[in-house]
């Protein structure tokens, strides 16, 4: 939280919805990372390219973003085994809740769906008790 800046937060939550929004309108998908990665796994003629290249599209403006800006440096030493287990329950709850926060937290809370609303207090839930358990019962940092 030490980079937190209000104007930022509000910057990016317009970007990221205005972004939504425009996916939307303009192909009629919804824009859920899960869904979309799932649809490069189980490819259907015509939708190979257009998720590739959205994809490709979330990497390289990360590392523009990296580039550019003073981004906070990854916190060295963690096990390399708990974050292989932690993407695989990412994988696991994303595939269960039928949906990735970007689906149901940006997309399905956009459009009032109760069940959008459901799967993101489960995801926000579960990441608090798990940050909770990791920092303070095991001892992480």
Avoid: D, K
């Avoid at 104007?7 to 859920?32: D, E, K, P, T």
């Avoid at 523009?64 to 994988?91: D, H, M, Q």
Wanted: glycine letters at 18%.
């Amino acid at each position: 939280m030490s980079h937190f800046t209000p104007l930022s937060a509000l910057l990016g939550g317009l970007l990221i919805g205005g972004a939504a929004s425009l996916f939307l309108w303009l192909n009629g998908q919804i824009a859920g990372i899960s869904g979309i990665s799932r649809g490069l796994l189980q490819p259907t003629r015509g939708q190979v390219l257009w998720r590739f290249l959205f994809l490709a599209g979330l990497v390289v403006g990360a590392a523009a973003w990296y580039v550019v800006s003073p981004a906070p440096v990854a916190r060295e030493g963690f096990p390399t085994s708990w974050l292989i287990i932690g993407g695989v329950l990412v994988g696991f709850g994303s595939s269960l809740g039928s949906g990735c926060t970007s689906g149901h937290g940006v997309c399905g809370l956009g459009r009032l769906s109760l069940r959008s609303l459901v799967a993101t207090l489960v995801f926000l839930s579960t990441g608090i008790l798990t940050t909770y358990v990791v920092r303070h019962l095991l001892g992480g940092q």
